[in-house]
């Protein structure tokens, strides 16, 4: 996509009819995300158990890490026996594992592929290159702390991390899922202008909604 | 038929249903490999806080926090790593000098605040600080040589019977090469009294930049020709190279400078044309090293210096107490002529309360300093040391530098297991290759040899000079028959420390031993002789229980404000600190002085 | 084998400075004016036509760029670097897509990291690798990544910077 | 005329697009004939974390354009400020599945302009080193141009081996995928007590399952009818396409590096240079496929030959004052995708003054992809691009 796209222009309909659109109306809904209060009684702890029990991640390596991933989704870790499983798309997922060092230019994807992810999601960061910058903390193309810009629930350390510490990572997601304290997408909702700001200052070409699912 | 054939062979692998599953039964709790590179632990009582590690840290993982006692040798730092930088590399591990780095095998941390991946290894307890596997470095890897380049000497038939130079001194190739091995930490740095810019002039070799080098060095210490040479190298006993190989020969990279640069650049290197003269006068009584040190720093403060030099030349110590064949006595003129060079005055053979009192130096001077050193002998005082024959190792020297015949015995005993000790044998092991052709002196003291207080090298090549060294005797008489000495009866030394680290020598008297000699030479210290100060001053002056002269320890300054010691009189005894000191008491002049002048 | 081909090219374009690193690789400076057809000349008469590389350096403090095309004789396994001096200010330099489609690929990205103008190269001018990108291009020596990076993203700072030897004249000498 | 006849294709659509009077393409979106898909960077269908962009005419691609840079962190210009030590963990980062070949064309790089020969023994190590990795890059590539095409069995078992090497890889370096084994003037480690017997375990166990994959995989009629005769590279492309690796051999080339320009201990192996002329992605992968057992039997011959004991590092100046003379260099190696090159110049201080990667995959995914595209059918994409063998980091750096 181009920011050209998202200009206003006229089109012909298959029908032959000209008519306008406006692209950033007419194809995102641009309302802001909503904080999703948890239902405070045993159901919210049957839901938090279910949820934990199908850790759908997303399939979209974005950084080296995910080179551990195909070892973890293989045989010999065998990831799916702790309810977990791979899905092509952000609309099926709720965990999103941002392997290992963002470059601006994943930066702005990775956004827009968060906000398409259905709640309740999740965001794991791997490695050091998303607590402090890790190897690429000089680096004029990458950002150096995660949780300026995508709410992270958990950490792994490791350059990169094992597939067993991977899945040690997502048995403790499981444990915040459980005791309720993986509010990482609320707290998108309540700080999304915080989190817009911080991310609109490195993103040089925003040319896509500031929300869009 | 090749399709039918291509249709059914997949199902061929169908076989795999009855094998046994490869999955990793608990993945969780999956050791690691013996040698992967996990989690960091550190020895923190090995650990000297060098910062090696942090200086190898590509990525800035590393830094160095205070948590531990700073002492000498012991920067007090520790290293702590961010586990959002760091990236398990493992060359913190490889080019740790005491080896006290390395990383287990653990690999999982798992948190959900990233400000926690932030901990300094040993001081922070981990789960991991008592796993034995991990990364540690090979044994044949090295990420800097441990071996120092040897320098160019003369052997020992070739020097046994002559003063000529021993060391020969780096040429460009080896001082490079032997400066390349440093690696910059900066711990010598307060190892030595005079706090010399050690890894920055080493820099400077490498750069091959000289004269900055010795502009470095003369910063601390005018003194370089010699220090280069007879130093007592506490930086190098710290050095954190040393602790798995051999240190750095930070003293001879001294000399290398020195001996590089001409004599006759030193005013332009030095920028000594900058100097604006004041007309504030400071005596210094002794030319030694602390003197020296003192009326170079004063005149580069514009003070106008005159000493008072009780013998013919100047040097004190450096000249009459260490044998040519270890400083040579151009050498020593070189860095002494340059001082005196700056406009200072000197007068030789002039006894302060002989040829000038102290009232005239207080009268004619603003300051007086004193740094007349230690030059009488001390005595055993054991049955016997009244005999003619029975000699001061420190009067002998002084006799050998003046030229002055003097009687070398066939047999000699030398009582005393210091380096003046050892500068003594050594000469007189000279003296009698050149007259006898062969040596026969004795060295004993009461020091074994692993706590004799001389440096190691001058045991080591006293030997292969062929003199002996039989240390860990106790002195008891000294045998006399028809007024000739026999020789000196010794008994063995067990301890000559007690608990509190006091002097106080114990002896197993059933172990005795005889040591042939037709002459003695005690070299047991020596002490200092005052008594030109007159009671008038004396008296004045605030003394400590042990009779020692009380002066400030960064100024130098005693009791009575425009007299100030240095020298070996107040710390050391060793060229170093009398530079170190001459320096500071320099500055506390200065400070002095212009306080009062406000 | 060297000198025959120095010999060859010199007859048609001359060369500067040769420099030979080993028996199987040497560099030569050739012309600005005169490389693409040195290059050419070397692909098409000499049998270099294997492309390894086409990479710039930047020499700031002569105020030029060097550009590299390192040329492979697949038959005779012999590697020849065509080095040019090009100026640093306004940097241009011919482009060479007519003799390998791949190239443009490599002139195209070092329009982007280090602001040398390829005209008529196709898709010069299209982003590569950055998105969005306003700075000086970042391979270039003047552009510190450093002192970007710290100023430019969110990091976790409170590193303590301690010297041991300023740590232990602080701790053991203070005032000396 | 029908309101939707204008919007309706010929049957021969490979007249589409029409060319302008210049030669370029007559693409016009606003036609309605042709659509913009974009394949990645967040796809299963893509190799690692770039993007093509496809203009298509119904399932036909009529033009396709490479979008890299999503993993560029200038590890060209990050290196400029690093001491030449301290860029040897860095390099590795460049490729991910198989970084020692980053390692070994660093330091090699170094070791010419600095003049420091490496111990045999060191030259054994690498060799192995390097041989481990093109087997572990190749059980990972066979997974996923199988995973492509649905054969997810092929994966599930390729990952495993590919782990087992990995586990050769933990023991003998410390490092699972970042090895760091190469340093400069040799390598860190001499080989571990039993690793010899415990690697020939793996390799009984990795061919024993080639047999299986050959069975699953190319003597699959569905492979064989998916891949016969399409993403075809001609001949006459390799050079102006700088095609390189098992993508030239497939195409009748015979260009290897290890032979041709032997470094290591190559000249000291036996083993042949596979070829193949038919240039499809069933080719390609065939000739992975055999020289993925190649590699198993020069493992093999380097346990065999590897002498016992030795230095494994040479005596290197002190690393925090390594100072090189001014000077350039180009090292090569072969890794599983081709010619893997670094370009160093130094300046005669203690950094580089510039080090340039050419990976394969530069000419491969950009270039050579957008060409092979044109005409492929969009089901096919994903499978020509993993028949080229392409890692985006290497593209970027």
């Known amino acids: ?83 977990i499983q791979w899905r092509p798309t952000p609309r099926q997922a709720n965990l999103l594992i941002i392997s290992g060092y963002l470059s601006t230019k994943t930066l702005k994807r990775v956004i827009r592929v968060y906000e398409q992810m259905q709640n309740p999601k999740y965001v794991m960061a791997l490695g050091s290159c998303t607590i402090n910058g890790g190897m690429y903390f000089d680096s004029y193309n990458t950002i150096k702390r995660l949780d300026y810009y995508l709410p992270v629930d958990v950490y792994v350390a490791g350059c990169m991390p094992r597939p067993e510490a991977l899945l040690a990572g997502v048995v403790k997601l499981k444990t915040l899922i459980k005791t309720g304290m993986a509010e990482g997408a609320n707290d998108y909702a309540n700080r999304f202008d915080w989190y817009k700001t911080n991310q609109k200052a490195v993103i040089l070409n925003w040319d896509m909604p500031d929300y869009n699912w | 038929m090749g399709i039918i054939k291509d249709i059914v062979s997949p199902f061929a692998v169908w076989k795999h249903f009855f094998k046994e599953p490869v999955t990793i039964k608990d993945p969780l709790n999956r050791i690691a490999a013996p040698r992967y590179r996990g989690f960091h632990q550190n020895d923190i009582s090995q650990c000297i806080g060098c910062g090696t590690c942090e200086a190898i840290c590509e990525n800035e993982a590393i830094d160095l926090v205070a948590v531990a006692q700073t002492k000498n040798g012991d920067s007090g730092l520790r290293p702590r790593v961010d586990y959002g930088r760091c990236c398990w590399c493992a060359l913190c591990v490889d080019v740790c000098t005491t080896g006290s780095l390395k990383l287990s095998n653990a690999y999982t941390w798992v948190d959900t605040d990233g400000d926690n991946f932030r901990f300094t290894p040993g001081i922070d307890l981990k789960p991991w600080d008592s796993l034995k596997d991990g990364y540690t470095k090979a044994k044949g890897l090295e990420l800097y040589p441990l071996e120092r380049m040897p320098m160019q000497h003369l052997h020992a038939h070739q020097r046994d019977n002559s003063f000529i130079e021993i060391m020969k001194g780096y040429s460009k190739e080896e001082a490079m090469a032997e400066a390349d091995r440093c690696v910059s930490c900066g711990i010598c740095v307060a190892a030595c009294p005079a706090h010399m810019g ?54 001879w990279l001294k000399r290398y400078i020195a001996d590089q640069v001409p004599a006759t650049d030193y005013y332009r290197v030095l920028n000594q044309d900058k100097v604006e003269k004041n007309s504030r006068k400071v005596a210094i009584v002794g030319a030694g090293p602390a003197g020296l040190s003192a009326a170079y720093y004063l005149s580069k403060l514009g003070y106008q210096i005159t000493i008072f ?45 002989t040829n000038v009192t102290m009232d005239e130096l207080h009268a004619n001077f603003d300051i007086v300093y004193v740094a007349t050193g230690l030059h009488e002998g001390r005595s055993t005082r054991i049955p016997g040391t009244e005999h003619a024959n029975v000699y001061q190792a420190i009067e002998l020297l002084r006799k050998i530098t003046e030229n002055k015949p003097i009687e070398v015995a066939e047999k000699i005993v030398v009582i005393g297991g210091g380096n003046v000790a050892m500068d003594i044998t050594r000469s007189l092991a000279r003296l009698q290759k050149q007259k006898y052709g062969k040596v026969q002196t004795i060295a004993t003291s009461l020091e074994t040899e692993d706590i004799m207080p001389a440096d190691r090298e001058e045991v080591i090549e006293a030997r292969e000079e062929g003199a002996i060294i039989n240390p860990g005797w106790g002195p008891r008489e000294i045998k006399i028959l028809n007024n000739k000495i026999q020789g000196l009866k010794v008994v063995q030394c067990i301890s000559v420390f007690d608990e509190n680290k006091r002097f106080n020598p114990k002896f197993d008297e059933s172990v005795e031993n005889f040591f042939e000699a ?80 406000k | 084998m060297f000198q025959k081909i120095i010999e060859k090219i010199n007859l048609k374009y001359p060369i500067d400075v040769v420099s030979k690193k080993s028996d199987k690789l040497m560099f030569l400076t050739v012309h600005k004016n005169t490389a693409v057809n040195t290059v050419q000349y070397l692909k098409d008469d000499l049998g270099f036509k294997h492309l390894v590389l086409l990479t710039a350096v930047d020499f700031l403090e002569q105020g030029k760029f060097q550009l590299t095309y390192l040329l ?23 482009s060479a897509h007519s003799l390998w489609p791949t190239i443009a690929t490599y002139q195209r990205e070092l329009r982007e990291m280090f602001g040398i103008d390829f005209p008529d190269s196709p898709g010069v001018n299209d982003e590569f690798i950055l998105e969005g990108w306003n700075n000086t291009p970042p391979y270039r020596r003047d552009f510190d990544t450093k002192a970007f990076a710290a100023n430019f993203y969110h990091q976790r700072n409170s590193r303590e910077n301690n010297d041991p030897s300023a740590h232990m004249k602080k701790n053991l000498y203070p005032n000396e | 005329m029908n309101k939707f006849e204008k919007f309706s294709f010929d049957g021969d659509r490979t007249a589409y697009p029409n060319k ?59 290196m400029e400020r690093r001491r030449y030590i301290q860029n040897c963990p860095l390099v590795c980062r460049v490729s991910v599945p198989e970084p020692d070949y980053n390692e070994f064309n660093y330091s090699t790089c170094v070791e010419n302009l600095a003049g420091i020969s490496v111990p045999d023994k060191a030259l054994w190590l690498r060799t192995l080193a390097l041989e481990m ?226 990976g394969p995959s530069y000419t491969h995914a950009v270039a050579l992809l957008e060409r092979m595209l044109i005409n492929a059918n969009i089901a096919d994409v994903a499978q020509i691009m993993v028949s080229l063998h392409t890692y985006p980091p290497e593209i970027e750096r």
Not at chain 2, 208 to 228: A, F, S
Not at chain 4, 28 to 40: A, F, N, P, R, T
């Open chain 4, 133 to 358: 990795a093109r087997l572990q890059g190749y059980l990972m590539w066979i997974g996923g141009a199988a995973g492509t095409l649905g054969f997810g069995t092929v994966g599930q078992w390729s990952n495993y081996l590919r782990d087992l090497v990995l586990d050769r890889f933990e023991e003998l370096t410390g490092g699972r995928i970042y090895h760091i084994y190469i340093l400069i003037g040799g390598v860190r480690n001499d080989i571990p007590v039993g690793f010899k017997q415990r690697m020939l375990d793996n390799l009984r166990e990795i061919e024993g399952f080639m047999k299986d994959i050959r069975k699953v995989l190319f003597d699959n009629y569905v492979f064989k009818k998916r891949t016969i005769g399409l993403g075809i590279i001609e001949p006459e492309w390799i050079y102006p396409y700088g095609i390189v690796g098992p993508n030239a051999r497939a195409a009748g080339s015979l260009n290897d590096v290890r032979k041709d320009y032997p470094y290591g201990k190559y000249s000291e192996l036996d083993f042949e240079v596979k070829t193949s002329k038919q240039s499809d992605i069933y080719a390609r992968a065939y000739l992975r496929y055999e020289e993925l057992l190649t590699d198993i039997d020069l493992i093999k011959q380097i346990l065999d030959k590897m002498p016992d004991g030795g230095e494994f590092m040479a005596n290197i100046p002190n690393v925090f004052n390594l100072e090189i003379p001014a000077g350039e260099t180009y090292v090569r190696s072969e890794c599983t995708r081709g010619e893997y090159g670094y370009y160093m110049v130094s300046d005669g201080s203690g950094f580089p003054r510039r080090v340039n990667v050419r």
């Open chain 2, 518 to 597: 037709d002459m003695i030479v005690e070299s047991i210290g020596q002490g200092m002789n005052l008594s030109f100060l007159t009671e008038k001053y004396a008296e004045q002056l605030e003394k400590d229980s042990r009779g020692r002269i009380l002066v400030d320890t960064l100024t130098y300054q005693s009791s009575l404000p425009w007299l100030f010691f240095g020298g070996d009189i107040i710390e050391g005894p060793d060229v170093i600190h009398s530079v170190a000191n001459g320096h500071k008491a320099a500055k506390g002049i200065d400070n002095y002085l212009n306080s009062i002048q």
């Open chain 3, 72 to 94: 492979n004789n697949p038959d005779i396994k012999i590697d020849i670097g065509v080095r040019v001096l090009i100026e640093r200010e306004s940097a241009t330099m011919e």
């Open chain 2, 198 to 251: 050690i890894p920055e002039y080493i820099k400077a070799i490498r750069e091959d930049n000289l004269e900055k080098g010795l502009q470095i060095m003369y910063q601390t210490n005018p003194l370089v020709e010699i220090c280069g040479r007879i130093c007592t190298h506490k930086c190098e006993t710290v050095c954190s190279v040393g602790h798995r190989g051999e240190p750095l020969s930070i003293r």
């Open chain 4, 20 to 78: 302008k009077a210049d030669g370029s393409l007559d693409i016009d979106l606003s036609s309605h004939k042709y659509i913009k898909v974009w394949q990645g960077p967040n796809h299963p269908g893509i190799t690692g974390n770039m993007a093509v962009e496809l203009t298509v005419c119904g399932d036909e691609v009529v033009e396709a354009k490479t979008h890299v840079g999503y993993l560029h962190r200038g590890f060209e210009k990050l």
């Open chain 1, 1 to 83: 996509m181009s920011l050209e796209d998202l200009y206003r222009k006229t089109t012909i309909s298959p029908d032959g009819e000209e008519f306008e659109i406006n692209p950033i109306e007419d194809y995102f809904c641009t309302d802001k995300p909503e904080e999703v209060k948890p239902v405070q009684n045993i159901l919210e702890k049957f839901y938090n158990w279910a949820r934990s029990e199908s850790i759908w991640i997303l399939g979209f390596g974005t950084g080296c890490g995910a080179i551990e991933m195909r070892p973890l989704m293989t045989p010999r870790f065998d990831a799916y026996r702790y309810g």
């Open chain 2, 309 to 353: 030099e009780k013998l013919a030349q100047a040097g004190g110590m450096m000249r009459y107490g260490i044998p040519e064949y270890r400083l040579p006595y151009d050498q020593l003129d070189k860095d002494i002529n340059y001082i005196l060079s700056l406009g200072v005055e000197i007068n030789y053979n002039t006894t302060i309360g």
